[in-house]
């Protein structure tokens, strides 16, 4: 608890200074683009919340050098490794001009950071042949690199609205913490732990009300941790089934290849553009925006907080099965190929309006 606690409190002070002196830092930091095809927020907005979880992990260092210090050598190379992923997002959020490749190819960068420094390697995903040609280090080598970007762009994928990429992420790593615990892996607690301490505290400013953005910074941050600890998990632990990770990023992953599946090959356009057709997106789209018609300022506001929700119920459909049957690969293949056919039917209800019943939320207003 002293983990989560502290980067907690890090991370909420942290947070608010930023909030709180936005007036000198805004020509730089600030979204300031309200019409964009993925844009949901009313005014400029910081979109630096990503400093605030590097702090509050630096933070957690220095308490684990006095109490656990046996630890500290491999969390400094893991944040050491996680610098490329994040420069590139905070480099994005500063200038709005670094492109989809260039993020993506410096998260992988991180990715192979880590392979040499701490022995995240992917040598195995409990799918018959492949494990073998995992067993050649070129091939592991550019599987944990494409996984690791993958990963840190998921995450940066699903940061559409308020909260959203941020409970999922903190799901994920509790989650995470909880296995590390009870395998009673110390230095995977406290990755966990701190970074779930300084979601925490960030969303505090995020949630509902947005005075602050993750960014891409901190997007790629998170989905590089959540990547490094799925590797590790499985590195260090062979009685941890492959498909325990798989299935607990399960929401982020299956969008990230949806995504590429409707952009490429049925829309043929380039993965990395932007488009408004999103899971997240359709729902705020064809479900909330429809509860609050209201074109003012709070009420968009609204809208964009009351669109998280939807998918952190989803998103809890895959985690819950996933912690309780970790050990379990074939109750956890089931749950994987079931939450796929639920979001595919979801996503095809939403794009033929035909919306769930049990969605559709009534907002009364109050008139002046």
């Known amino acids: 608890m002293l983990y989560v606690l502290a980067a907690f409190l890090v991370s909420l002070v942290f947070t608010l200074l930023i909030v709180r002196y936005r007036s000198w830092h805004d020509g730089l930091t600030a979204d300031n683009d309200l019409h964009g095809v993925q844009k949901y927020h009313a005014r400029p907005v910081p979109r630096i919340g990503g400093l605030s979880l590097i702090v509050a992990n630096c933070c957690t260092c220095a308490i684990v050098a006095v109490r656990e210090p046996d630890i500290l050598p491999d969390m400094i190379l893991l944040l050491a490794s996680a610098m490329p992923a994040f420069l590139g997002g905070f480099a994005e959020d500063l200038t709005k001009h670094v492109r989809v490749l260039i993020r ?3 998260a992988m960068a ?5 392979y040499y420094l701490v022995g995240a390697a992917v040598t195995r995903v409990d799918i018959i042949g492949l494990d073998w040609f995992l067993q050649f280090g070129v091939v592991s080598l550019v599987f944990t690199a494409i996984a690791i970007g993958g990963a840190a762009n998921a995450i940066n994928i699903i940061d559409g609205y308020n909260g959203l990429a941020a409970v999922v992420s903190a799901m994920i790593l509790a989650g995470f913490a909880y296995v590390s615990f009870y395998l009673g892996d110390r230095l995977l607690l406290i990755v966990a732990l701190s970074t779930l301490g300084g979601v925490i505290g960030f969303l505090v400013w995020n949630y509902p009300h947005g005075h602050i953005f993750l960014g891409d910074g901190g997007a790629y941050f998170l989905g590089f941790v959540i990547g490094e600890l799925s590797v590790l998990m499985l590195a260090r632990h062979p009685e941890v089934s492959a498909w325990f990770p798989l299935l ?5 992953v299956f969008e990230t290849l949806f995504s590429i ?13 932007p488009d408004g057709v999103h899971l997240h997106m359709l729902i705020y789209k064809r479900v909330v925006r429809w509860a609050i018609g209201s074109r003012e300022m709070r009420h968009k506001t609204q809208r964009n907080s009351m669109t998280s929700p939807y998918l952190w119920l989803l998103s809890s459909l895959a985690v819950i099965p996933a912690v309780l049957f970790w050990q379990r690969p074939y109750v956890l293949m089931f749950c994987t190929l079931a939450f796929s ?7 095809r209800r939403l794009v033929l309006f035909r919306m769930p019943k049990w969605m559709i939320v009534k907002c009364k207003r109050r008139r002046r």
């Open 104 to 106: 993506l190819g410096l």
């Open 110 to 114: 991180s990715g192979v950071a880590a």
């Open 248 to 252: 607990l990023c399960i929401y982020p």
């Open 261 to 273: 599946y409707r952009k490429r090959w049925l829309r043929g356009r380039s993965p990395g553009a």
């Open 341 to 347: 056919a639920t979001y595919i039917y979801l996503y």
